[in-house]
């Protein structure tokens, strides 16, 4: 592979010097050996094309995933598990623990150990990999783990962008020149808005919590009845409880990441990739009948991913390679205009029970992002719980605002009893 990154995964990226890592962590009760997770690592790596490259600037300061033969293994850190909440601090550790990306692989594995239980935190930089992605590699590594004669077969990566744009599209002159203009227009207005130092960023936190089976159950039938979804449930409870404990500062907007896959099948459930289209979500009317918003909402969102032309978006973002400084600049200067970016991974597809071991949980993924509004939720469900980590930094949203905003976001929801979050 020797192809530049896309503008998706070059915001992603950052810098060199600062990869922004998603964390996946598993819990496992029964017994699992180095070597067999050395084994496991081995053939996840040899399956995906991203986990045998590194990453290379051209003179332009432009980065290239290029293909490696002499790239070193995923390498596993062993660490002594304290607690069943030693994973937070670990992850915590990582969020801020570059790869280097000269030198590869863009993977690694921190197993916390301890007689009966552990823990497998599987850390990627960003820009190669998205929720589906990193839940495809946990998946594969713990059936290979499980049996090794597990055999999983390699793919070949696209080399251009062009691979998933109709050539009607990207040969149209008249969009080409309107894709121009528009990003040097951008180009002004961006440059005008980030000169100047970056704020410093304060330290990232994470609020972790889960509803128990009681609460979770109760919450898809109340969903089903009212006919509407978790994802917009969720997305009404936190904009609701940022407003009671942020007030005039709230936006009522949340930005949600929709997985590609859906309009590119070319790309793969099993397949990394790390772009994700947004649709907004917004609420005004903040004294509408709580299921009556969460109605709309889904209805919104239905409909905000109906409209998406994400072919035509792919190609548009290939014209602003020239403004991606700016662009991640700006994200790293503006409070922008929502309350928090919302990712709901919904009922992770990966087993419960294996012939060596039992996978007792699985945690929400994690990222710090370097941006000013670094306000994360990311949500799955497993095992009949759901599961929330929420993720910021002090100097955008203190801590102790942040429990505040989660204890009335869990009091808004429209179920009893639920879970404290962890202190």
């Known amino acids: 592979m020797n192809r530049k990154l896309i503008l998706g995964e070059r915001i992603m990226y950052v810098d060199a010097a600062a990869t922004v890592n998603c964390i996946f962590t598993a819990k496992i009760r029964g017994a699992i050996t180095l070597e067999g997770l050395i084994y496991a690592l081995g053939k996840v790596q040899q399956k995906h094309p991203l986990l045998g490259v590194v990453i290379r600037e051209d ?14 293994p995923v390498p596993v850190q062993i660490v002594e598990r304290r607690n069943d909440d030693h994973w937070e601090a670990v992850s915590a550790a990582e969020w801020g623990r570059t790869f280097d990306v000269r030198k590869g692989p863009l993977a690694r594995v921190i197993w916390l150990r301890s007689n009966e239980v552990s823990e497998l935190l599987l850390v990627l930089p ?3 990999c998205d929720g589906t992605s990193i839940l495809a590699l946990m998946r594969e590594l713990l ?4 049996k090794p004669e597990t055999v999983l077969i390699p793919y070949a990566s696209f080399e251009s962008i062009h691979s998933f744009i109709p050539a009607a599209l990207s040969s149209s002159w008249k969009l080409q020149v309107k894709l121009w203009l528009l990003s040097k227009v951008a180009g002004i207005v961006l440059a005008l808005k980030t000169s100047g130092p970056s704020p410093v960023q304060g330290k990232h936190y994470m609020v972790h919590w889960k509803l128990d089976k009681a609460a979770t159950a109760a919450l898809i039938t109340a969903c089903k009845i009212e006919n509407t979804s978790l994802h917009a449930v969720f997305s009404l409870a936190f904009m609701k409880a940022h407003r009671q404990v942020m007030g005039d500062a709230s936006h009522g907007k949340v930005i949600c990441p929709v997985d ?7 790309i793969k ?12 979500l917004s609420i005004s009317n903040i004294e509408t009948g709580f299921w009556t918003k969460a109605r709309q909402l889904k209805t919104d969102l239905t409909s905000a991913i109906e409209k998406m032309d994400v ?7 290939e014209y602003f390679h020239t403004v991606a400084r700016r662009m991640v600049n700006f994200l790293k200067r503006t409070e922008g205009t929502h309350d928090v970016t919302l990712s709901n991974m919904g009922r992770l597809d990966i087993p419960e029970q294996y012939e060596t071991f039992e996978l007792e ?3 929400s993924p994690s990222a710090a992002f370097p941006w000013r509004n670094a306000n994360t939720l990311v949500i799955s469900t497993f095992r009949g719980q759901v599961d929330f980590s929420f993720i910021s930094c002090e100097t955008f949203l203190e801590e102790t605002k942040a429990r505040a905003i989660v204890q009335k976001m869990q009091e808004l929801l429209p179920i009893n009893p639920v879970h404290e979050p962890a202190h």
């Open 126 to 128: 960003h820009c190669i």
């Open 361 to 363: 949980t699985l945690y």
């Open 311 to 317: 072919r035509k978006l792919l190609l548009t973002s």
């Open 269 to 280: 459930q099993d397949q990394l990739f790390a772009f994700a289209p947004i649709a907004e």
């Open 59 to 72: 003179e332009n300061g432009r980065p290239y995933f290029v293909s490696d033969t002499k790239i070193p």
């Open 260 to 266: 590609i896959r859906r309009f590119v099948p070319e």
């Open 143 to 146: 059936q290979v783990l499980d």
